[in-house]
């Protein structure tokens, strides 16, 4: 039986991938506490597609190129392991068959992109976004829901994936200009 974390002991980590122009593809781990102050922050090198891997992989290199490439290489360089990752990034979900910590996706019920098809995942929604849990087991579900519901009353989800990018554009910044 697995045992459940209370909400205020939980950590989330925040994994996305911005596309930084004429650099490529950046990832980035913000790890948080249960109200939102980070812990550990990672980012990735700029990585280029490459189309030999495009060919190789089909319809299956995102999931590779965001998954195993970026998201693993954050993930491995964490110290410490957040209770849920959580993910804006459809291309990212691949990664859950690499790691045992519950995973979800945050959507914007109300986005202009095409929504993302989660048929088969248990989802449930906090004010304007979908959660779908990609790997949890039956049981963490409703502990997920409770910490999940716990950090939005304090700090909407998108606001940390918000600071992810904003300093993955800052590192890139500094960088262009030494």
Excluded: W
Excluded at 85 to 111: G, N
Aim: hydrophobic share 35%; with cysteine.
């Amino acid at each position: 039986m697995t045992q459940s974390i209370p909400s205020s002991n939980a950590t989330f980590g925040f994994l996305t991938v911005v596309e930084v122009s004429q650099l490529g593809h950046c990832g980035g781990l913000l790890i948080v506490s249960a109200i939102g102050r980070p812990i550990e922050f990672h980012c990735t090198t700029p990585v280029s597609s490459n189309r030999a891997q495009e060919i190789m992989y089909g319809q299956t290199y995102a999931g590779f190129l965001y998954a195993d490439q970026i998201g693993m290489s954050l993930v491995d360089k964490a110290k410490q392991s957040p209770t849920i990752f959580v993910t804006d990034c459809p291309d990212m979900l691949p990664i859950s068959e690499l790691i045992d910590t519950p995973l979800i996706l945050a959507e914007e019920s109300h986005r202009d992109r095409e929504s993302f098809d989660g048929r088969g995942l248990s989802n449930f929604s906090i004010k304007d976004q979908v959660i779908y849990c990609v790997n949890a087991k039956t049981d963490q579900l409703e502990p997920i829901r409770n910490q999940v519901d716990s950090f939005v009353r304090r700090l909407p989800l998108e606001e940390p994936f918000e600071r992810v990018c904003q300093a993955i554009e800052e590192a890139h910044t500094v960088l262009r200009s030494a």
